[in-house]
């Protein structure tokens, strides 16, 4: 599971603006979905979209059938992805925009690959339960990319927040690489770590430390000296844990941590440890529900 954390706004009232002109107003983009008879956008601004043509679960003839079909949010909040009913194709929507299917990635796979998404909607990987990858897709240019290579022993770690870069550890050696948009090697750095976040330096990258999902410690590396610092104590409040990692497009630590009442968003100091709380969200009263940036399972998906 890669692990991504949402920065999108999650206020869910409207708010007039007196005064200002309109084209100042805040982009109306999801908030979260949610899935009670079927899936539903929340938006921003507080209304709910539909999406009934989305799967909920993969059908009778698939490999795992009855098991859940992923339903995705990039993490700017402005495109979402999910297998459609009609054929099974992974599609790829905006809010006020057409389908667009992803040929390469069907519902029949679901729960043998696992799409993740980058921030900003435009690249599409897919983990396996072999080893290695399944399909690398680039929405920009519309196609589906060869694994770098030549070679399947790949596990995919994430995107760089500005969508540039994407960060893999090889399978059989103690190596990380990032690779460019078209998965050209940009920077080898080989370390024992397992890193899950790359910040938009392209060279600092930042792993979890300890037994996961209960960590609270992360290290973060240099990946052109493959220097690697001491381990840092995210300093959370009692009972909670590092369950998302990633850095915002400044460069600054963020985790997610999963709360009683559903999920808190934190800056964390890189040298301390220190935490400042950035939102919070409250779990709506869904089966299911899904925040941008999300992979196909996150720990506050589902209600038990």
Known sequence: MRLRTVLATLLLTAVPLIGRPAAAATPVT??????????????????????????AVAPRDAVNAGARAAF?????????FYFRKSDGRFTERTLHGKERAIRSITVDTTGEEWPSVSDDG?????????????????????????????????SFAGFSPDSERLLMQGALEDRVTVFDRGLRTRLRSKTRLSPIALANDYATAAAPVGSWPESRKLRLLNLRTGKASGTVT???????????????????????????????????????????????????????WVLPGDDEYEPWTEKK
């Open 234 to 288: 995210v300093r959370l409040p009692r009972g909670q844990h590092v369950d998302d990692l990633d850095f915002d497009k400044a460069g600054h630590l963020v985790v997610r941590s999963k709360t009683k009442t559903g999920v808190a968003v934190y800056r964390v100091s890189k040298t301390t440890g220190e935490a400042t709380p950035l939102r919070t969200m409250v779990r709506p009263d869904a089966k299911v």
């Open 30 to 55: 999801i908030a979260y979905a949610q899935r009670t008879q079927t899936w539903e956008l929340v938006l921003t601004n507080g209304d709910v979209v539909k999406v009934p043509e989305a799967l």
């Open 122 to 154: 435009s690249f599409v990987v897919t983990g396996t339960s072999a080893p290695g990858l399944g399909v690398l897709v680039d929405l920009r240019k519309g196609k589906t990319l060869p694994l770098p290579g030549g070679t399947d022993q790949w």
């Open 72 to 80: 995705l949010i990039s993490g700017d909040g402005r495109h979402f």
